[in-house]
């Protein structure tokens, strides 16, 4: 409970910084017993982060943390990831970030899971757009459960959808 009260304080005072004028300034942090958050406001953006650890009804442990930022020239951002680790040393981790703003975009989502028995599984998908051009770049790397590799495939195409060249 307390991780969503400190996850929810921190959202308020970042919608309170991105409604406040250029010329605000200041840094507000807050610390409960399972995390801390921090907030920042200036000339040229607002900024907001918080991270936190609970122990599960399982006995497994979780962390998670995110992040989002509002910049003056109409970019934004944000980030998040959690990890849980089980008694039994499986690993689950997820995580996702995205931005944009006046030369494009980016996004970015993945994980990995790690058995008790050592053997593991995980995939990331990527996709960014140049906002001048148009074209755009999607991508996914997954891990062949055969030689536990990496594979990548990407595609690049131009505004109209063709496909073209990756450089």
Same mark, same amino acid.
Request: contains cysteine.
């Given at each position: ?13 970042? @919608?309170?910084?991105? &409604? +406040? *004028? !250029?010329?605000?300034? =200041?840094?507000?942090?807050?610390? %409960?017993?399972? /995390? #801390? $958050? ?39 951002? @944000?980030?998040?990831? &959690? +990890? *849980? !680790?089980?008694?039994? =040393?499986?690993?689950?981790?997820? %995580?996702?970030? /995205? #931005? $944009? ?45 055969? *030689? ?12 109209? /959808? ?6």
């Amino acid at each position: 409970m307390t991780r969503i009260r400190t996850a929810a304080a921190s959202l308020a005072v970042f @919608a309170a910084l991105l &409604s +406040t *004028t !250029v010329e605000a300034r =200041g840094v507000i942090r807050a610390t %409960g017993p399972n /995390g #801390a $958050s921090t907030a920042a406001a200036g000339p040229r953006g607002a900024a907001v982060r918080a991270r936190g650890t609970v122990r599960n009804s399982d006995g497994s442990v979780t962390h998670a943390s995110g992040g989002a930022f509002a910049g003056y020239n109409g970019s934004r951002g @944000a980030r998040a990831s &959690s +990890t *849980t !680790v089980s008694p039994d =040393g499986s690993v689950s981790r997820q %995580g996702e970030a /995205g #931005a $944009s703003g006046p030369r494009g975009s980016v996004y970015s989502q993945g994980g990995f899971t790690r058995s008790s028995d050592g053997t593991w599984s995980g995939s990331r998908s990527s996709s960014a757009t140049n906002a001048q051009t148009g074209n755009s770049y999607s991508g996914t790397t997954q891990i062949d459960p055969a *030689t536990g590799k990496p594979v990548h495939t990407g595609t690049c195409s131009d505004a109209y /959808g063709n496909t073209i060249p990756c450089r």
